[in-house]
């Protein structure tokens, strides 16, 4: 059974740090990972969707990274902002099915 | 792109009571289609997904049911509806190829 874990569960960096998210899965065979964000109360947005055969993607100040033999994302966030803060997810997909992490809280410092 | 329409925003509703949370899809066809819940405090959990017309594949034995009667549209079910089913219910759609997924906007449903 899938399971996807995401370290730290709350962070709180000062605006301008960059910083880095952390998410793990137990079952290598997936199809792609995506990370989302979620803001208090809403829907979830897309930010970044890493092919299988991908090792990372770009999108403006993110960059996700994927390595699918150990079962790790890595979600960068460069010169973070008080925007930035919500909650991130990641998520990972096989077999038409998307089963997600937990979140990291992410409050960016004024 | 794709626009997902799910209604209500927000419901209350008694104990045992029933329930139907309809979630349409716009701008694709045949897509695959997701409902979640996220309850306080913890993740997104995935209750049902449908790949077609009828077809839907249950992750978590409940008291909820899912239907898909047209391609753009999923209902989530209940006949008498348990304290334990309060949260935030989240329609999805894709995510499966190289388009990712895109969610609506969610309804809140509190049981009292």
């Known amino acids: 059974k899938q399971e996807v874990t995401q370290i730290p569960a709350a962070l709180s960096v000062p605006e301008g740090e960059n910083l880095v998210l952390n998410c793990s899965f137990t079952?290598?065979?997936?199809?792609?990972l995506q990370w989302f964000r979620q803001d208090p109360g809403k829907g979830l947005t897309s930010l970044l969707l890493?092919?299988?055969?991908?090792r990372e993607q770009t999108s403006g100040r993110l960059n996700a990274s994927l390595d699918k033999s150990s079962g790790r994302s890595t979600l960068y966030i460069a010169a973070s902002q008080p925007g930035d803060s919500a909650t991130y997810l990641c998520?990972?997909?096989?077999?038409?099915?998307?089963?997600f992490g937990k979140g990291t809280r992410l409050h960016i410092l004024p | 792109s794709q626009t997902i329409h799910q209604w209500p925003a927000t419901l209350v509703q008694p104990v045992g009571s029933p329930l139907s949370l309809e979630c349409t899809v716009e701008?694709?066809?045949?897509?695959?289609l997701y409902w979640y819940r996220q309850a306080a405090g913890r993740g997104l959990q995935l209750l049902f997904y449908?790949?077609?017309?009828?077809?839907i594949s249950s992750e978590v034995p409940q008291n909820l049911s899912a239907s898909r009667p047209q391609d753009r549209q999923f209902i989530l079910s209940s006949k008498k509806l348990l304290l334990s089913d309060s949260g935030f219910y989240l329609c999805?759609?894709?995510?499966?190829?190289?388009?990712?997924?895109?969610f609506g906007d969610g309804t809140r449903l509190s049981i009292l």
């Open positions: 998520a990972v997909n096989r077999d038409d099915k998307i089963i």
């Open positions: 079952d290598s065979a997936i199809y792609n």
């Open positions: 701008g694709t066809s045949n897509p695959n």
């Open positions: 890493i092919q299988s055969s991908q």
């Open positions: 449908s790949v077609g017309i009828g077809q």
């Open positions: 999805a759609c894709g995510g499966t190829g190289v388009q990712p997924q895109h």
